[in-house]
């Protein structure tokens, strides 16, 4: 790859913020205490990737609940967390900095998660940061979340960019799975999961703690 790039395209939950603890106790809560799955915590956190109802039918199987159903526990479950981590919203050390840089650069930036819009919506206004962003493909956007690539492709659509010029910025496997499926290169922030779960992918250029690595400063 050969920078400097025209892209930048990042996943949300553990990417921007370091959010993830909050979402796997709101569904840990959720799915035992309210449904009675009975799921200890690592199988929990082990769900934790795309839609909110594909998580409750993959726990449950298909048709246990109806789509009413599933939106509401959807909407129930992200009430909670967002009402458990308001008082530490912040973006990840390093980012506000690394936004400013690239918008200020005119790099194009765009936001690929499976998080629902009333969740999107939560960290970009109350942080103050839409600004930023031309594209947001959110859960509602797509038919197949990550590790699909229709997140990430949609995003680089919306931006009117080919994939090779985007650079992914992502925490999780199932969604460096899905750039690697889109023709993209991916740095990974190690919040939530260790270098050795990402063993299987060859798009990751780096992995970092966070936004201050010096690393960043050759892809501007």
């Not at 920078?3 to 395209?9: A, C, D, Q, Y």
């Not at 106790?25 to 205490?33: I, S």
């Not at 998080?115 to 103050?128: C, Q």
């Not at 990974?188 to 400063?217: A, C, G, W």
């Amino acid at each position: 790859m050969n920078p400097p790039l025209k892209g930048f395209i990042f996943d949300l939950n553990g990417t921007m913020i370091d959010d993830m603890q909050h979402h796997i106790n709101a569904w840990y809560h959720l799915l035992n205490d309210e449904l009675g799955a009975n799921l200890d915590y690592e199988s929990v956190k082990s769900e934790m990737y795309g839609k909110n109802e594909e998580l409750l039918v993959r726990v449950f199987g298909p048709g246990h609940f109806t789509k009413e159903e599933m939106n509401r526990l959807s909407f129930e479950k992200e009430k909670k967390y967002q009402d458990d981590y308001k008082p530490k919203l912040a973006l990840i050390s390093g980012l506000p900095a690394l936004l400013d840089r690239a918008y200020k650069k005119n790099i194009l930036m765009a936001i690929g998660s499976a998080a629902i819009p009333f969740n999107i919506d939560f960290v970009l206004d109350n942080l103050h940061i839409r600004k930023y962003f031309k594209a947001i493909v959110s859960a509602d956007d797509v038919k197949k979340s990550k590790p699909d690539p229709e997140t990430y492709q949609k995003a680089a659509a919306l931006l009117q960019l080919e994939p090779h010029d985007c650079l992914v910025f992502e925490d999780a496997p199932k969604g460096v799975e899905a750039a690697f499926r889109a023709g993209m290169e991916c740095f990974v922030i190690t919040t939530m999961h260790k270098r050795d779960e990402f063993m299987n992918y060859s798009n990751i250029l780096h992995f970092i703690q966070d936004y201050t690595d010096p690393v960043l400063e050759q892809f501007f």
